[in-house]
């Protein structure tokens, strides 16, 4: 599975993308803002530009599990009930540790992670729960059937 997060807006708080998965539309997202970081550089160059907990993480192409338990997340009840805290999580991200894909409504529900959603309010986003299941039923099928699920982050501004 290819999944693509097409940023599209940035601003001094948050970053809003494009999510398709194997070409095709599903849903948006809002993260934290883009500090323009690339998986090209080196970790201290990345460590040197982020800012703990208000940092998108940098455009590249990165492996996405779903099949680990978060910590943070299994001590809420609706992520216990819908996918027992196994959220979406990217993997070997320089200088990040523990992004997920999760629900929200703004760059502060982010802490660095991805918040799935519509963009239909200015800094916001909307129906998250809905986006969160639709995307992460997907996932979960591609993990079923052994397919790699691969995330690439670009950016078109």
């Known amino acids: 599975?290819?999944?693509?997060?097409?940023?599209?807006?940035?601003?001094?708080?948050?970053?809003?993308?494009?999510?398709?998965?194997?070409?095709?539309?599903?849903?948006?997202?809002?993260?934290?803002?883009?500090?323009m970081l690339d998986d090209d550089m080196s970790e201290e160059e990345i460590k040197s530009k982020k800012v703990y907990g208000k940092t998108a993480i940098p455009t590249g192409k990165y492996k996405m599990i779903i099949n680990m338990v978060s910590t943070k997340f299994s001590k809420k009840k609706y992520y216990m009930d819908f996918c027992k805290g196994k959220l979406p999580r990217l993997y070997y991200v320089k200088g990040f540790s523990g992004i997920l894909w999760h629900r929200g409504n703004t760059a502060d529900d982010s802490a660095g992670c991805l918040i799935l959603g519509y963009n239909k309010i200015k800094g916001k986003v909307i129906d998250s729960q809905k986006a969160f299941e639709t995307v992460y039923h997907m996932l979960d099928v591609a993990n079923r059937i052994g397919e790699n699920i691969c995330v690439t982050y670009t950016r078109t501004y």
């Open 1 to 35: 599975m290819n999944i693509e997060v097409k940023r599209i807006f940035n601003c001094s708080t948050y970053c809003i993308s494009h999510i398709y998965i194997d070409g095709k539309y599903i849903c948006d997202g809002i993260e934290d803002t883009d500090r």
